[in-house]
Every structure is written in structure tokens, then in C-alpha cells.
């Protein structure tokens, strides 16, 4: 079985929270035996009729040398301009078998769309007009997409499911549409295949068969007493289980060391905590991978809009992040990639331990997925500025999304540039950048995570150009926590390297640096300051009409250098940008780098680098580094302990 099939396997048992748990079927296994043996036995669904809509990255497709031609028998609603939804048929259906809770397999049937495309393409145009979506034969989980002229070009995997209208009716809210191998070869490029190139979304009547018992389980919240256990409490830790990234687009992109912005998107995969009274590993192999909350909470996970619910009286779900960085040949690092906030919609829940039995509430153990089609949503991703990173609150009011805060969602103002990881080309390949290598870095921000460290990961990766797209290659050597960690190791030692990690009421700061002996007497220090959730976050208003005003982090940065003579002053955010670069001073011993009337403060979920040459090596002293507070407030500086500096002169070789 191969990774694609994996990975749809596990997407596709949602049905046992999406189609049987709003159905009443939804419980951990015991539960559903003890309230229906029929559970043991397979039990048929189907469903039929309705309409699917399409979503093209048309900028992805015209890379590949695809041409959408004329769209025949689409319906476009103005505020889903990028959407073309096809209905139907009134005959056929997906066939399916569901066993002790699980979806086994497509079992057959099929649905056909009323209309499609004419795509034109390298060696004669492809008919995708009146496709069939089809089960696959000998993968069980699959749907093939059958175009008109009875070739499969495409298929569909990492399907998300929620019932609908009083549970009559099934809406598959994403599935990646791919590139099957035939038709990456067809068009010279057999690296391609299984990359996502579309986004489906169906909504079809489901045909109920077999038991409906009603479902047992009690949400159990962040912070709410365990019956039973004195003193104990439920305790939200969200994993980050899997990732890996894909190329989207790309702006006047012309190659190697081109001045190009070119777009990248995840699909990662989360866990919820796995304990139930006992620690045991959530994420095996991994140092992080093991919570310390010993009773695992469920995690609310609702639609932006869909109406106000417990536990917080609001619309909660979590969000999601990413980044990119480079690790340079002289040793320093830079983040060079930024994307917004993703708004997560709906949960998966599978391979539970103890399931909800609700697709917006992630139970112990469940796992989700937010594959590449909706993680490049234009309706799903919003401004980084608009959460309260610690607390993982989300100000609807004056949001993208609610601008006049009445409660209702407006359209989208994204485009397919907005809030995406944007990167220059120049930063990521070309003759500047030999030697360098390159990490990306995804987070999961869940309300109550009591260890932020857990739900973030990062992989390597590399960047080869393959005619007009870049094939993303590597996505391996996995492992949890933040990329600083990935420079300098928290568990360090010796004189040229320090780490730190600050931890406040107001969010969490983690710091690096790295002393670089130059030979000539000469060495190089480089500071890495990541910002994970920390800001001073000025509000109004109150949940669910919330609106933030600013959520600022620093302004400045100061490392001690006593009597040491300065040179090669560098600060790095990765934006190539240099009107928003800060200011360096040296004052009373101290280098001092400073945002000019806050313009480019350093936020959460981002890294600068401060970076100095002086004729003096690291000392065996260690010293205290402060940051800046952007917001007025108390204290106005946080001071971080043992970092390294040139304040003393070296008495000792380092270790």
C-alpha cells in the first residue's frame, strides 16, 4: 500500500463520525457494540444525486501545461466566483460497507456529473466533460474521476465529510482532485504525479441502512474535572503527527535565482493526545512526542459562522500555520517564508480511542487531516493579526471575514497570492544560496494546548526546477517541535552556541545563537529570536463579538558587547524588503536593533536573525539579552538569561 493510499485510508474512515456518528453511530467501538451487535456485522450505504463543485488552481494547471477550455453545464455563484458546481445525475451511486464503526471500502456504483471541461494539454485534449467518479479497483478508498472519453486522468482522495439537513444529506466539504501517474507522464513531467491540482466538493442524499443507535459520549472539556480522580483534570495537547508541502504557483517566476514569487502549501496530519490516566507516546520515536496531561480533553472544532457552542460560547477551532527557513552555508539561519492563518472547519476523527460522535469536536486519540486543495482555500485563510496567539482567540470582529462585525461571513477579499507562504525564487535556489539547505515548519494552534512545542513540526526539504514548476523533493527527517530547535539543539552545550526559551503569561519566546570563528582573529555571532506565541494584544468588545486591535510583539533587540569593537551589522527577517529593516546603535556597551515607529514588529509564529563580526571570541560568562515590548505595558522589556557574547574575552577552547 502506498503513501497516497495511506493516507486516503485514514481520510476516508471519517465515515464513521461523518455519515455514522451523525447518524448515531459515532461512539468508540465498545460503546456501538453495547448499543447495537448489528455493528459487527457489514452494514451497505450509498449515496446519491446532488452536485459537486470544482475549485482549479489555474495557475498550477497552466504551469503543467493544461488548458481549461470551455466549462459546459456549470452553475457560478457570485460569492464562490472561483467554484463551478455541476450537478448530479438522478441515477447511480457510491456504494460503501461499513463494519464495527469503520468504513471498510467503495464496495461500487459510481455518480456522473452533469457538464465538466475540455482540457487542452501535451499530446491532445483531455474530455472531462460528464466525468464519473468511481471507486478504484483494488484500493478500496480511491475515486477515480473518469473523464469523457473513458480514461482516468485524475482521482480524488482526502475526502472530509459532515451530515446535513436533519442528517439527510452528506457534504463532502474538500477532497484533493490529483494528477495520476498516465497523465504526469503524458505531459513530460512523471514527477508530478499525486500532486493536487484542484479542490471537489460534493453534496449528495445519503441512503441509510442497517442500526441507528443513539450515541453515549460526553464532551469532555479543557480544564474540566475527571469523575472519579481527585484533583484531576481534562487537558487539551494537540500533535502534529505528519507533513509534507507542494508547490502551488508562481508569480513571473523564470527559474533558478529568478526574482519570482513562488507559492507553497501543506497537507499536515494532527493527533489528539492519546492518555487516558497513563502517559504513552501520541507520536512514537519523537522526544515530544508524549504528553504530559495524563487525561486527554477534546477539542472544539467549529466553523467560522456556524453559530455559538460550548465550551466557549463561540464558534472555537483551531488554526494552522506555516513557514519556511533557510539553514546557510556560513551556519546562520533564516525564516524566508510566512503564510497567514488557516481556519480549520471540520475534524476527520479517526482512529479514535474514545470517539465524539461529532465531526467538530476531536476526540482522544483522533487524528485529521488539512490536505494542499484546502490549506490554498481562499475562504479558509485569513491575517495572522486577527488571533491572540496565546490564548488562540480569534477577533471575528473587523476580520477579513466580518468587517462590519454583524455576525454575518462577507466575501472573501483573498486572492491566490493573499495569505499564501509567498517566497522569492532567489531566496530558495541560485548561485547566492549554495550550501544551503532548507526546512519548512507547520503548526496546529488549539485553545487550552498546553504545550505549543508538540503541535508544530518541520521536515527537509529541497527545490528543483522541472521546467515551469518547482518540484518540492525531500519532505523527510520529520520531527516535532519549532525549527530554532533544529539550529541549535536546546540541549547544547559549550561556548560557541546558547539557547533560551522564555516562557510568559503573555505568549513564549525561544532564542539562539551561534558564535562562528572566521579565523584572522575574527568571529561572527548570529542570533536567532523566534517568536512563537508571544504579543501584548490590545482588544474590544468581548466573545463571540471579539475584535483585536493590534497583537504586536517587539520592537527591538539588545545583546550586551562591552569594550567590542563592531563590524558587518546584519538583521534579517527573510522579506528582502529593506525600508522595514531595524535600525542597529551601539550605546554604553550594548548593540541595540530597533523597528522604526513599529513598522516591522517581530510577531508571532516569526524569526529574525541579528548577526555581528568582532575581534573577540564567545567568554566563558554568560549574559542577558533583552527584548522590547512593541505595546506599552508592564514590563516593558523581558530580559532572556544565557545567551552568549563577546563581553568577555575567551579564557577557555570551547567544548
Given at each position: 500500500m502506498n503513501a497516497s493510499t495511506r493516507q486516503a485510508l485514514s481520510a476516508l474512515s471519517v465515515l464513521t463520525v461523518a455519515v455514522l456518528a451523525a447518524l448515531g453511530l459515532g461512539g468508540a467501538a465498545t460503546d456501538v457494540q453495547a448499543a447495537a451487535p448489528e455493528a459487527n456485522k457489514t452494514q451497505y450505504w450509498s449515496v446519491s444525486r446532488g452536485t459537486v463543485s470544482v475549485r482549479w488552481n489555474r495557475e498550477l494547471a497552466a504551469d503543467l501545461g493544461l488548458a481549461l477550455g470551455k466549462v459546459t453545464g456549470a452553475t457560478v455563484q457570485a460569492v464562490r466566483p472561483d467554484y463551478e458546481t455541476f450537478d448530479l445525475g438522478t441515477t447511480g451511486s457510491l456504494n460503501f460497507d461499513v463494519r464495527n464503526g469503520n468504513l471498510q471500502a467503495?464496495?461500487?456504483?459510481?455518480?456522473?456529473?452533469?457538464?465538466?471541461?475540455?482540457?487542452?494539454?501535451?499530446?491532445?485534449?483531455?474530455?472531462?466533460?460528464?466525468?464519473?467518479?468511481?471507486?478504484?479497483?483494488?484500493?478500496?478508498?480511491?475515486?477515480?474521476?473518469?473523464?469523457?472519453?473513458?480514461?482516468?486522468?485524475?482521482?480524488?482522495?482526502?475526502?472530509?465529510?459532515?451530515?446535513?439537513?436533519?442528517?439527510?444529506?452528506?457534504?463532502?466539504?474538500?477532497?484533493?482532485?490529483?494528477?495520476?501517474?498516465?497523465?504526469?507522464?503524458?505531459?513530460?513531467?512523471?514527477?508530478?504525479?499525486?500532486?493536487?491540482?484542484?479542490?471537489?466538493?460534493?453534496?449528495?442524499?445519503?441512503?441509510?441502512?442497517?442500526?441507528?443507535?443513539?450515541?453515549?459520549?460526553?464532551?469532555?472539556?479543557?480544564?474540566?474535572?475527571?469523575?472519579?480522580?481527585?484533583?484531576?483534570?481534562?487537558?487539551?495537547?494537540?500533535?502534529?503527527?505528519?507533513?509534507?508541502?507542494?508547490?502551488?504557483?508562481?508569480?513571473?517566476?523564470?527559474?533558478?535565482?529568478?526574482?519570482?514569487?513562488?507559492?507553497?502549501?501543506?497537507?499536515?496530519?494532527?493527533?489528539?493526545?492519546?492518555?487516558?490516566?497513563?502517559?504513552?507516546?501520541?507520536?512514537?520515536?519523537?522526544?515530544?512526542?508524549?504528553?504530559?496531561?495524563?487525561?486527554?480533553?477534546?477539542?472544539?472544532?467549529?466553523?467560522?459562522?456556524?453559530?455559538?457552542?460550548?465550551?466557549?460560547?463561540?464558534?472555537?477551532?483551531?488554526?494552522?500555520?506555516?513557514?519556511?527557513?533557510?539553514?546557510?552555508?556560513?551556519?546562520?539561519?533564516?525564516?524566508?517564508?510566512?503564510?497567514?492563518?488557516?481556519?480549520?472547519?471540520?475534524?476527520?476523527?479517526?482512529?479514535?480511542?474514545?470517539?465524539?460522535?461529532?465531526?467538530?469536536?476531536?476526540?482522544?486519540?483522533?487524528?485529521?487531516?488539512?490536505?494542499?486543495?484546502?490549506?490554498?482555500?481562499?475562504?479558509?485563510?485569513?491575517?495572522?493579526?486577527?488571533?491572540?496567539?496565546?490564548?488562540?482567540?480569534?477577533?471575528?470582529?473587523?476580520?477579513?471575514?466580518?468587517?462590519?462585525?454583524?455576525?454575518?461571513?462577507?466575501?472573501?477579499?483573498?486572492?491566490?497570492?493573499?495569505?499564501?507562504?509567498?517566497?522569492?525564487?532567489?531566496?530558495?535556489?541560485?548561485?547566492?544560496?549554495?550550501?544551503?539547505t532548507y526546512r519548512f515548519e507547520s503548526w496546529y494552534l488549539a485553545r487550552g494546548d498546553i504545550n505549543v512545542l508538540n503541535s508544530m513540526a518541520s521536515t527537509r526539504n529541497t527545490f528543483t526546477r522541472s521546467g515551469t514548476v518547482w518540484v518540492v523533493g525531500g519532505n523527510d527527517e520529520y520531527k516535532l517541535g519549532p525549527v530554532i530547535d533544529r539550529w541549535v539543539e536546546p540541549t547544547s552545550r559549550g561556548n560557541n552556541v546558547s539557547t533560551a526559551d522564555l516562557n510568559t503569561a503573555e505568549g513564549r519566546v525561544k532564542l539562539a545563537a551561534k558564535a562562528t570563528d572566521l579565523g584572522g582573529g575574527r568571529w561572527r555571532y548570529d542570533y536567532a529570536v523566534m517568536n512563537l506565541d508571544f504579543s501584548r494584544s490590545l482588544t474590544s468588545g468581548a466573545e463571540p463579538n471579539l475584535r483585536v486591535l493590534s497583537n504586536n510583539g517587539f520592537n527591538a533587540f539588545s545583546v550586551p558587547v562591552g569594550s567590542a569593537t563592531l563590524s558587518d551589522l546584519v538583521f534579517s527577517d527573510g522579506d528582502l524588503d529593506a525600508t522595514n529593516d531595524w535600525t542597529p546603535a551601539i550605546s554604553n556597551g550594548t548593540i541595540t536593533w530597533t523597528s522604526g515607529n513599529n513598522a516591522n514588529p517581530l510577531n508571532w509564529g516569526t524569526m529574525f536573525r541579528f548577526s555581528f563580526v568582532t575581534d573577540k571570541g564567545p567568554g566563558a560568562a554568560q549574559v542577558a539579552v533583552s527584548l522590547n515590548v512593541a505595546a506599552s505595558g508592564s514590563p516593558q522589556a523581558l530580559e532572556v538569561t544565557g545567551m552568549l557574547s563577546p563581553i568577555t574575552a575567551r579564557t577557555r577552547p570551547a567544548n
Open positions: 467503495f464496495v461500487g456504483g459510481s455518480l456522473q456529473a452533469r457538464g465538466g471541461y475540455l482540457i487542452g494539454a501535451p499530446g491532445g485534449a483531455i474530455d472531462l466533460r460528464n466525468f464519473t467518479l468511481r471507486p478504484r479497483a483494488g484500493e478500496s478508498v480511491i475515486l477515480d474521476v473518469i473523464g469523457g472519453d473513458g480514461q482516468t486522468w485524475f482521482y480524488v482522495d482526502r475526502l472530509m465529510y459532515e451530515l446535513i439537513d436533519s442528517q439527510q444529506r452528506l457534504a463532502v466539504r474538500t477532497m484533493d482532485l490529483r494528477v495520476t501517474p498516465a497523465l504526469a507522464q503524458r505531459i513530460g513531467k512523471p514527477e508530478v504525479a499525486g500532486w493536487t491540482v484542484a479542490e471537489l466538493e460534493m453534496t449528495t442524499d445519503v441512503l441509510r441502512q442497517g442500526a441507528n443507535p443513539q450515541p453515549t459520549a460526553v464532551a469532555k472539556w479543557h480544564g474540566t474535572a475527571v469523575p472519579g480522580v481527585p484533583g484531576a483534570l481534562y487537558e487539551a495537547d494537540l500533535f502534529m503527527s505528519a507533513l509534507s508541502f507542494q508547490y502551488s504557483r508562481c508569480d513571473t517566476c523564470t527559474g533558478v535565482g529568478g526574482s519570482g514569487r513562488a507559492v507553497f502549501t501543506p497537507a499536515s496530519t494532527l493527533r489528539n493526545n492519546v492518555n487516558n490516566g497513563t502517559a504513552a507516546a501520541t507520536v512514537a520515536g519523537d522526544p515530544l512526542g508524549t504528553s504530559s496531561a495524563l487525561y486527554t480533553a477534546d477539542v472544539p472544532w467549529y466553523s467560522k459562522f456556524t453559530g455559538n457552542f460550548a465550551p466557549y460560547n463561540n464558534d472555537q477551532h483551531p488554526y494552522l500555520i506555516w513557514n519556511l527557513y533557510r539553514f546557510n552555508a556560513d551556519g546562520s539561519i533564516d525564516q524566508i517564508g510566512r503564510s497567514g492563518v488557516k481556519h480549520a472547519f471540520l475534524t476527520l476523527n479517526t482512529s479514535c480511542l474514545d470517539n465524539p460522535g461529532d465531526s467538530h469536536i476531536l476526540g482522544r486519540g483522533c487524528s485529521d487531516v488539512y490536505s494542499v486543495s484546502n490549506n490554498d482555500s481562499n475562504t479558509s485563510l485569513g491575517p495572522r493579526s486577527e488571533i491572540v496567539p496565546a490564548s488562540n482567540i480569534w477577533g471575528r470582529c473587523g476580520s477579513i471575514y466580518d468587517t462590519n462585525c454583524d455576525g454575518i461571513a462577507n466575501t472573501s477579499p483573498n486572492g491566490s497570492f493573499d495569505q499564501r507562504l509567498v517566497v522569492r525564487e532567489s531566496q530558495f535556489s541560485g548561485a547566492a544560496q549554495t550550501g544551503a
